[in-house]
């Protein structure tokens, strides 16, 4: 089985900007090189 391979960050938004707290979205783009399709995963809270 071959590692999902890096292709690029796409979709940053900033989500909340302050001096105690930040948050800073961002969508990863991979390629899956083997034969099956995994499931979309989102993170985040």
């Given at each position: 089985?071959?590692e999902?391979?890096?292709?690029?960050?796409?979709?940053?938004?900033?989500?909340?900007?302050?001096?105690?707290?930040?948050?800073?979205?961002?969508?990863?783009?991979?390629?899956?090189?083997?034969?099956?399709?995994?499931?979309?995963?989102?993170?985040?809270?």
């Amino acid at each position: 089985m071959k590692e999902p391979e890096f292709r690029g960050i796409s979709g940053v938004d900033v989500g909340e900007l302050g001096l105690v707290k930040s948050q800073l979205k961002l969508r990863l783009n991979y390629f899956n090189p083997n034969n099956f399709t995994g499931k979309n995963a989102v993170g985040g809270r």
